[in-house]
């Protein structure tokens, strides 16, 4: 098969980003932004053409269906979106990001000291925001 980049060692295929849109009582609603792409093994490309493109891209799309809503927005990202420029890029007032930096997907830290559940950052939006929020 032809057009596949490498994934992790000699596995080839490609890599996808999706961003699904979930409502207050975890209802998944569908999915608002997915990207594709190949990696090429390129380490001196321009920001924007970076895998970490993808959080910004995610976020533009985030950023469209929040405009004009009075809903309040939560963008959920993994570690990986761990870059300053993601927390300072545009935003609009209604979103917010909670991005998960030290523990793991079950809420466990590496260390084993407890657990921090994703929904307790939800719950605490002003605090995330008086940390994060640098626009």
């Known amino acids: 098969m032809s057009g596949l980049g490498v994934i992790q ?4 295929g490609l ?3 999706n961003v699904l849109l979930i409502d207050d009582g975890g209802l998944p609603l569908g999915v608002i932004d997915q990207q594709y792409w190949t990696r090429a093994g390129a380490m001196d490309w321009p920001a924007s053409q970076k895998e970490s493109q ?5 976020l533009a799309a985030v950023n469209q269906q ?3 809503s009075n809903q309040r927005w939560v963008v959920a990202c993994d570690r990986e979106s761990d870059i300053f420029d993601c927390f300072k890029a545009p ?3 209604n979103v917010e990001l909670l991005v998960r930096v030290f523990t793991t997907p079950s809420g ?3 260390h084993g000291w407890g657990r921090l559940p994703i929904a307790h950052g939800l719950r605490t939006p002003q605090r995330l925001r008086s940390l994060y929020r640098a626009n």
């Open 9 to 12: 060692g000699k596995d080839r």
């Open 15 to 17: 890599m996808q980003h």
């Open 54 to 58: 993808k959080w910004f891209n995610g």
């Open 66 to 68: 929040a405009q004009g």
């Open 91 to 93: 935003r609009e007032s």
């Open 108 to 110: 466990r830290s590496r």
